[in-house]
């Protein structure tokens, strides 16, 4: 594959390569605070998606294929034949595509609240319309990004997590994206939802799926069905927690991660 990938990635950690795939409008600090007391055995490498942290500025239209496609680049740049992958709620969308198309390159994968498309999946999009979130970006950054973290969309964040809630608000803030390129983000998960389901029977790799209990925005029962229809997987529900359920316990969720990744033989 050409070289094609552009974007801006960091590495913590030195050891097995893991490749962490952020979420919806989100740069790779989300994985920060989760990979850190992992990265004695493991290189997790963090790229930002196109357009978003310190990504440049995507000039067309684009789907998820093509974050797979990117990810591929640059695993080939440092010259990482096979490699593990972390999928975060969207992020688990390209990392389902990467493990069906390439799965003899897939070592272990973790998905994190995150769903798969086709009808058998309860429907999680469009959760606002493409107006509307144009609308919300209208608002004052703290107020869009407070509201963005209100109890309708995680349920517990604030009432049990309020350091959590913290480290969340200034980080958002402080790496909020450009309205253009979160609509083109949009507009590819839009496509990635009406296209063709993932081949999950065609997904060989040992995987763990995390899913917060009280999550609303991707429903447990929606990572129950992805775990009963790919044929090596295991699921592990959070309790008392959301969406945000790997920084809300962030300290348990990376030991469960790291046996996965680093199992006792």
């Excluded at 065609?202 to 991707?218: E, M």
Aim: with cysteine; glycine share 6%; charged share 20%.
């Amino acid at each position: 594959m050409a070289d094609r990938f552009n974007g801006h990635w960091e590495q913590i950690g030195e050891g097995t390569p893991i490749v962490c795939i952020s979420g919806f409008a989100s740069g790779n600090w989300l994985f920060h605070r989760l990979v850190t007391p992992l990265a004695r055995e493991h290189a997790f490498i963090l790229p930002d998606n196109r357009g978003m942290g310190n990504s440049p500025p995507a000039q067309f239209p684009y789907d998820l294929n093509d974050l797979a496609d990117d990810l591929l680049a640059l695993m080939d740049r440092l010259g990482h034949a096979r490699f593990g992958l972390i999928g975060l709620s969207m992020g688990g969308f390209i990392a389902q595509l990467l493990a069906s198309r390439v799965p003899e390159r897939i070592t272990r994968m973790v998905l994190m609240c995150t769903s798969s498309n086709g009808a058998a999946f309860r429907s999680l999009f469009p959760i606002l319309p493409r107006e509307q979130v144009a609308m919300i970006y209208q608002l004052h950054r703290e107020e869009r990004v407070r509201a963005a973290l209100s109890e309708p969309f995680c349920p517990v964040l604030t009432t049990r997590y309020p350091e959590t809630f913290d480290y969340v608000m200034e980080q958002r803030i402080r790496n909020e994206p450009d309205l253009s390129q979160v609509l083109l983000q949009y507009d590819a998960v839009a496509r990635f939802f009406a296209g063709p389901p993932v081949d999950l029977a065609a997904i060989q790799t040992p995987t763990l799926i995390l899913s917060g209990a009280l999550d609303v925005i991707v429903p447990p029962a929606n990572a129950q069905l992805l775990a009963s229809l790919l044929p090596h997987a295991e699921l592990a529900l959070v309790p008392e927690t959301d969406h945000l359920f790997f920084l809300e316990k962030v300290n348990e969720v990376a030991q469960r991660i790291g046996s996965f990744l680093h199992p006792v033989v």
